[in-house]
């Protein structure tokens, strides 16, 4: 069984993907981000959280104080509401910072945005000079994960995607841009 494409970490010819700054001829042809299994962290801290009011509440409820209940039932409902709130507030977040993290990659540039859109880079495609892809620990050789360098003259030096499927695949793929790009420019 396939996971679904919009959950996939490497895209080819995203439809209806584009961002702020696309030029009108450019065209998205790759989009790369982080892979399901770099989500594991927060998924399991989510439902780590999930369950702390179903043995938080019947145990604050016993509480009493000369007799009397301190936490009051309407009081427990509150703090349970409010600590949902929180916890879907924390999933949603994180699968935002996850989904919207990528690296697209044009027909003229590469460009990487980072953490919620708070750092957007880009490079034309005639500026890399190396790409390489990097399988740390047997973990990530098992698990096909790994990390893609591109190496630029442009003002940032370097643009570096880690936890993405298949590394060599995308590195491969955006080379054959990288060259088909360098091969226009030479015969035109």
């Keep these: 069984m396939s996971k679904p494409l919009i959950l996939s ?11 702020e700054g696309k030029d009108q001829d450019e065209e998205v042809k790759i989009l790369v981000r982080q892979s399901l ?14 369950f702390i009011p179903i043995f ?10 000369g007799g009397e209940e301190i936490f009051t039932g309407m009081f427990l409902f509150s703090i349970t509401i409010f600590w949902y709130i929180f916890v879907f507030g924390y999933i949603f977040q994180n699968f935002l910072d996850w989904y ?3 690296l697209l990659v044009t027909n003229k540039k590469i460009v990487d945005i980072d953490r919620g859109c708070t ?9 890399i000079q190396d790409i390489t892809s990097k399988m740390n620990a047997t973990l990530g050789q098992i698990l096909n994960i790994g990390s893609i360098y591109i190496q630029t003259a442009a003002e940032r030096e370097e643009f ?6 298949n590394p ?7 080379s054959d841009l990288v ?3 360098s091969h226009k420019k030479t015969w035109s």
Aim: no cysteine; aromatic share 14%; charged share 15%.
């Design 9 to 19: 970490s490497f895209i080819k010819n995203p439809r209806n993907t584009s961002y």
């Design 37 to 50: 299994i770099s989500v594991w962290g927060w998924v399991i801290t989510s439902v780590f959280l999930f």
């Design 179 to 181: 060259s088909n790009e």
């Design 160 to 165: 570096e995607f880690h936890l993405v499927d």
């Design 56 to 65: 938080a509440i019947p145990a604050l409820s016993r509480i009493q104080y």
């Design 119 to 127: 750092n957007i880079s880009e490079t034309l495609l005639s500026n």
């Design 100 to 102: 919207f993290e990528v």
């Design 168 to 174: 060599s695949i995308i590195r491969d793929a955006i």
